[in-house]
């Protein structure tokens, strides 16, 4: 009797995992693609509403960025998309990351 219970559990627990359906694949993040010649990147002040003009280079056409979040509105109803590029100035949040202009760049999933 003991010999079948160590053969059975083993078997049994192959069985289970056979039969498991596969892990279904994480969703592609949403991504932006610049349409725009140049375009500057921006970073918005914690309790403001009125994005500032990051001091890194212009995002250029083609370029990709995975979208974290967006659109933004500002009061002046402008609109920005989140990308997934961290901010790397000195004074922000270690997670802030830098935004771009919804004129010049177009979401796609």
Known sequence: MALE??????LAALALLAAAP???????PAMLT????????YVFLSGTDRPMR???PDATQG???AKVSGPRTTLES????ETDV????????ANAHYWINSVCA???T
């Open 63 to 65: 370029q990709r960025f």
């Open 78 to 81: 402008f609109q920005f998309y």
């Open 34 to 41: 610049v349409i725009c010649g140049r375009t500057p990147l």
């Open 54 to 56: 990051a001091r890194t």
């Open 5 to 10: 219970r160590r053969l059975f559990a083993p």
């Open 22 to 28: 596969p892990p279904s694949p994480a969703p592609a």
């Open 106 to 108: 177009i979401p796609s």
């Open 86 to 93: 961290a901010v790397v100035e000195p004074g922000y949040p």
